[in-house]
T-cell receptor, first 115, second 116 residues
């Protein structure tokens, strides 16, 4: 199994620009999660998908954020009109969730810097 | 209220010694899971160990063990015979498992440095 992959690994953008990140989960994992991690903090949950359905969204996910998983495989996270406060590491994870013990496997993250 | 508390921002340990990383949690859900992840400087979160709230025995995975004390709501990670490659951030996380909840709630982490 290849692991979770994320693209790009780093993104520098100017305030007000739109950015889009991609996540490819481990194949056959039907659950996909997005988290955000700011400096000195643990990851914070943003949203998750079961197949193509987005089942939960955190209140951290403002109207400027949108996530999709159109065919139940890869996912994209778009941030519109970026703000400096959006600077963070965006982590994607996937899980088969067949058992209660199934954990989430994380990708390497996309580090976003908003100037 | 903080659901996961990691009180040790940083720890320095001599190579080959055992180390305990502290984690306390707060939940009213009777069904929950506790996780430990390692995050090296590269940024990827690496799963280490899982403990379910109904598990009778402490979880072990190689050099990692989880000291689960349910009454005290603590889930400390023990790393035996530490190695230089263990230097990283370590995060404790909880998943409240009733009602189909999927999200992990993380603590603020402990930075572990192994000294040669």
């Amino acid at each position: 199994d290849t692991g979770v992959s994320q693209d790009p690994r780093h993104k520098i953008t100017k305030r007000g620009q739109n950015v889009t990140f991609r996540c490819d989960p481990i194949s056959e994992h039907n659950r996909l999660y997005w988290y955000r991690q700011t400096l000195g903090q643990g990851p914070e949950f943003l949203t998750y998908f079961q197949n193509e359905a987005q089942l939960e969204k955190s209140r951290l996910l403002s109207d400027r954020f949108s996530a999709e998983r159109p065919k139940g495989s890869f996912s994209t996270l778009e941030i519109q009109r970026t703000e400096q406060g959006d600077s963070a590491m965006y982590l994607c994870a996937s899980s088969p969730k067949r058992l209660a013990t199934d954990t989430q496997y994380f990708g390497p993250g996309t580090r976003l810097t908003v100037l | 209220a903080q659901k996961i508390t990691q009180t040790q921002p940083g720890m320095f340990v001599q190579e080959k010694e055992a180390v305990t990383l502290d984690c306390t949690y707060d939940t009213s859900d009777p069904s929950y899971g506790l996780f430990w992840y390692k995050q090296p400087s590269s940024g990827e979160m690496i799963f280490l160990i899982y403990q379910g709230s109904y598990d009778q025995q402490n979880a072990t995975e190689g050099r990692y063990s989880l000291n689960f004390q349910k009454a005290r709501k603590s889930a400390n990670l023990v790393i035996s015979a530490s190695q230089l490659g263990d230097s990283a951030m370590y995060f404790c996380a909880m998943r409240e498992e009733s009602f189909g909840n999927e999200k992990l709630t993380f603590g603020t982490g402990t930075r572990l440095t192994i000294i040669p």
